[in-house]
Structure formats: C-alpha cells, structure tokens
C-alpha cells in the first residue's frame, strides 16, 4: 500500500521516524512534508496530500503538526479528504470504524512516538463499519 506522509517543522521527527518504522513493515511511502526544523506554513504540505489521495496517487495519508488542528483544518477543506485528529489508540480504531478517515492526523507536540506507532497501527488494521456511519458520511458535504 502506498500513503503520502506530511508534517510542518513541528512534526519532522515523528515524520520521519515514522515513514522508517512503516517503510520497515513494506509500506511505500509518499513524503510531502517538511525535512527541516525552520518555521514554515502546514496548508503548503496539507494541499498536495490531500489532492494527492483525491486522485487516488497515495490510498492513505498521515499528517503532523503541532497540536494537529491546522492540518486537520485544510485537508478537511478538499471534498475528497475524511481527515481524523487522533491522540488516542482508541479514537485512531473508531476514525475508521465510524469515519472511514483516509487522513489520520496527529499532534506531534502532544503524543509520544510509541502512541503514534499504536495509533497508526490501529487505523491502518481496522476496516469501516458502513451503514448508519456511510450514511452520516454522506451527510458530511455542504449542499
Ligand atoms: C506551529 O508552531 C504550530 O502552530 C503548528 O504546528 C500547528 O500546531 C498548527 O495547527
């Protein structure tokens, strides 16, 4: 499976340990973030993920910044993009079952590396339940 990575400078350790520890585990992936520590804007990293899983480059995507929101806020702005805030390994089990979310999104300032790892472990094993949560999904979009 491939899936598209992107951090600001808040988040390119967990990044970078990160796309190590899957690569390890076969996964290909896609960085589209930062790989220095110098202050830059999260929507330039946050937009080309999103279009990248849009169009189908990338099936998932993973994003970090500091608190998470900023990142959650602009990928949330493409049509295409569920994106989950997640600090716990149980919300990263539900933004699947219940969200189908194709972007986990995580706090890098507030979560240590081994949550991160449960965490992503979490989403990427569990499978969306459907029905009343398909429903509420295709509520989700502004008419
Ligand atoms: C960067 O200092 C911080 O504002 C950013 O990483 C993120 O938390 C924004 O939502």
């Known amino acids: 499976m491939k ?3 992107c951090n600001d400078h808040a988040g390119v350790e967990y990044k970078t340990r990160l796309m190590e520890y899957l690569e390890g585990k076969g996964y290909e992936m896609v960085n589209f ?3 220095t520590t110098a202050s ?3 929507p330039d990293v946050a937009h080309p993920l999103a279009t990248a899983v849009e169009k189908g480059e990338v099936e998932l995507g993973i994003a970090f910044c500091g608190t998470g929101n900023g990142m959650a806020m602009a990928l949330n702005k493409h049509a295409g993009i569920r994106a ?3 600090w716990s390994v149980e919300i ?3 933004i699947k079952q219940h969200n ?3 972007v986990l999104v995580m706090p890098a300032r507030f979560v240590t590396f081994e ?3 449960e965490i992503t472990e979490a989403w990427l094993s569990e499978t969306f339940e459907g029905g009343r949560h398909q429903t509420r999904i295709d509520k989700i979009p502004c008419k």
Request: proline letters at 0%.
């Open 3 to 5: 899936i598209g990575i």
């Open 33 to 35: 973030g930062t790989d």
């Open 40 to 42: 830059m804007d999260y």
């Open 84 to 86: 989950g805030l997640c």
């Open 92 to 94: 990263g089990k539900l």
């Open 100 to 102: 189908n979310a194709n």
């Open 115 to 117: 949550t991160v790892i």
